[in-house]
């Protein structure tokens, strides 16, 4: 893929104040990841042109064609230098024909900059925008909720780490008291940014677990409500996963901040993603102390890929989340509300098939040409 100039701001905007810069590492991806990334930039540069804020990129080569290539999915010193930058835009990676020796995909990322990272929170916001047509019967801002989903522990800490023979297999789950404090307290400072739930202004963070069943996910609960006494000012729900499942079908507006374990986070927030328009809809930040990168929820789909067929609009919004997390507010709310804008007017929509009609290409002018 081409990154475009880093000069966000170095033309066609005579008059503007002087620019603050934010130093972002690109990881392009694999399949559609790399048409997907261009697009945000795209939408990314000219917003920031407009707010005098200059975007200085730098290409960070991994993913399934890394991995392909050098035996590694990440490149040497690689994550010391996505933690330097102020932020990373990383596309979606892998390939299905690239694997492992032991038979499993190579190239992801997930578990290497998660843990390599330390990004211990991966944020899902999920937001039904007007003009969006979806399988459900929900009005645009009834679905406004975020889901924090712990990102270094639990059910996915055992990848790679299980145990199989010809007969069973065994995974192990890893909850701790530490891990636990610290998603569920970035939780609540979530909720203390938002408006509150849709459907009664509430500002309400809800803990989401099987205690019922399982002792790790009895000690989540117990944290939850151990952090929960510290902000008085949110109010503190609970629901089993099963039970969550159904709610966010039948009444997602109840629903502010969602914070929840690693495995449960993955499986609830594609859930949520069905009911606002599909997994193209959708942005994510993996967000930690030192180091934060943002990304679709979905994957690299390879078989549509370079056919201007994939919709860029969660990957554009990742970037306004990445823009956010740098200290630029006005850029990044500017972005949101071009893309809000573009589904609105009509001058964005998506099929059946959940790519854009007019193909990736068509919703990048059309989310530019309404930045305002």
Request: glycine share 12%.
């Given at each position: ?25 690109v ?87 998660r ?22 019967r929900?009005?645009?801002?009834s ?14 800490l ?16 890893l ?8 998603v ?57 996963a ?8 039948v ?9 929840m ?48 067929l ?40 998506i ?22």
């Open positions: 893929m081409s990154i475009p100039a880093t000069d966000a701001g170095s033309a066609g905007h005579p008059g503007t104040p002087a620019r603050s810069t934010v130093q972002v590492s990881i392009p991806g694999d399949g559609i990841g790399p048409e997907l990334v261009e697009s945000a930039l795209a939408v990314m540069t000219e917003a920031s042109a407009r707010d005098g804020v200059e975007l200085v990129l730098r290409e960070e080569p991994a993913g399934a064609a890394v991995y392909a290539e050098t035996g590694d999915a990440l490149l040497p010193g690689a994550l010391d230098r996505l933690r330097a930058a102020d932020g990373v835009l990383k596309g979606p990676v892998g390939l299905p024909e690239v694997r492992k020796p032991d038979g499993t995909e190579g190239g992801l990322l997930g578990g290497l900059l843990i390599g990272l330390d990004t211990f929170a991966n944020v899902r916001p999920i937001r039904l925008l007007p003009g969006v047509r979806t399988v459900m929900s009005e645009p801002g679905i406004d909720y975020v889901i924090v989903r712990e990102n270094t522990e639990g059910l996915y055992s990848r790679g780490a299980g145990v199989r023979n010809h007969h069973a297999a065994s995974d192990q789950m909850i701790t008291r530490a891990g636990t404090e610290r569920v307290r970035f939780a609540f400072e979530q909720a203390r940014q938002r408006r509150g739930a849709p459907r009664d202004g509430v500002r309400r963070v809800t803990c989401v677990d099987k205690s019922n069943v399982l002792r790790s996910f009895a000690l989540f609960r117990d944290v939850f409500d151990e952090v929960a006494a510290r902000y008085p000012d949110i109010e503190a729900d609970h629901l089993y099963d039970a969550a499942a159904h709610a966010l079908v009444e997602p507006e109840r629903f502010d901040v969602l914070v374990e690693n495995f449960l986070g993955d499986i609830l927030s594609d859930l949520g993603a069905g009911t606002v328009g599909g997994l193209g809809m959708c942005p994510s930040g993996n967000i930690g102390a030192e180091a934060a990168y943002f990304e679709p929820i979905h994957g690299s789909a390879p078989m549509i890929a370079g056919k201007n994939a919709n860029p609009v969660s990957q554009i919004l990742s970037g306004a989340l990445l823009l956010r997390h740098c200290g630029q507010e006005a850029t990044a709310a500017r972005i949101e509300a071009a893309v809000e804008s573009a589904f609105a007017t009509g001058r964005v929509s099929l059946p098939s959940g790519g854009p009609e007019g193909g990736t290409e068509s919703v990048t002018q059309a989310v530019i040409g309404a930045l305002g």
